[in-house]
């Protein structure tokens, strides 16, 4: 299995564009998460979705963040218009159904997206 | 709102010996606790997942041990290695929750 595949690896834009960042879970799994590391915040949810339903979007933190999944392989993740604050790695994340025994309980993170907004 | 501290934040050791990392939560209503790998440009890999039922896990040379009733976990890596170098993070998951809430980690560098 090729594992969470995250796309762009780097990302670097001005100020107000739009960006959107791309994630291809692991297949089968059924659980889809979005997380933004920062040196001062640490690792953030910002949201997930379950069997392509957006579960919990209480971490994203404005409405400039959207996040869709069209389909159980595909999961994007939008910032418009975009700010210097936006600058972090994003990580997409899945699992398998929970409570599965052995893996349900453990996500599985992708290489992250470095973003960098000048 | 689940809080959750690692400390310290940074540990530099000499190859060959034990240590210990710590985790700390403020609720103590866990589903379970987890410990997490990070190299640097890549992403987390789950190293040991404790549920709240059991007190300890054990993998090779690694040993994580969780006291839910205090909000406490720690991380033994006995006879460290260069390899181990990364940064190491804990988290924990509620219950009737998907969602896991992450410690800001700590950055252990093993001196060969």
């Known amino acids: 299995d090729a594992g969470v595949i995250q796309s762009p690896r780097h990302e670097v834009t001005e100020m107000g564009q739009e960006v959107t960042l791309r994630c291809k879970p692991i297949s089968g799994h059924n659980s889809l998460f979005w997380y933004r590391q920062t040196m001062m915040r640490g690792l953030e949810l910002l949201i997930y979705?379950?069997?392509?339903?957006?579960?919990?979007d209480s971490g994203m933190p404005e409405d400039r963040f959207s996040a869709k999944m069209p389909n159980a392989s595909f999961s994007t993740l939008k910032i418009q218009p975009s700010e210097p604050r936006d600058s972090a790695v994003y990580f997409c994340?899945?699992?398998?159904?929970?409570?599965?025994?052995?893996?349900?309980?453990?996500?599985?993170f992708g290489p992250g997206t470095r973003l960098t907004v000048l | 709102k689940q809080e959750v501290t690692q400390i310290p934040a940074a540990l530099s050791v000499p190859e060959g010996e034990n240590l210990v990392l710590n985790c700390s939560f403020t609720?103590?209503?866990?589903?379970?606790l987890q410990w997490f790998r990070q190299d640097p440009g890549k992403g987390l890999t789950s190293l040991l997942l404790i549920q709240s039922s059991q007190r300890e896990q054990t993998s090779g040379r690694l040993n994580a041990s969780l006291d839910k009733s205090s909000g406490r976990s720690t991380l033994y890596i006995a006879a460290s290695q260069p390899g181990d170098s990364a940064t190491y993070l804990c988290a924990v998951k509620g219950p009737g929750a998907n969602n896991l809430f992450f410690g800001t980690g700590t950055r252990l560098t093993v001196i060969p």
């Open positions: 994340a899945s699992s398998p159904e929970p409570g599965t025994s052995g893996g349900g309980d453990t996500q599985y």
């Open positions: 609720d103590s209503a866990i589903y379970n």
């Open positions: 979705f379950n069997n392509n339903v957006p579960i919990d």
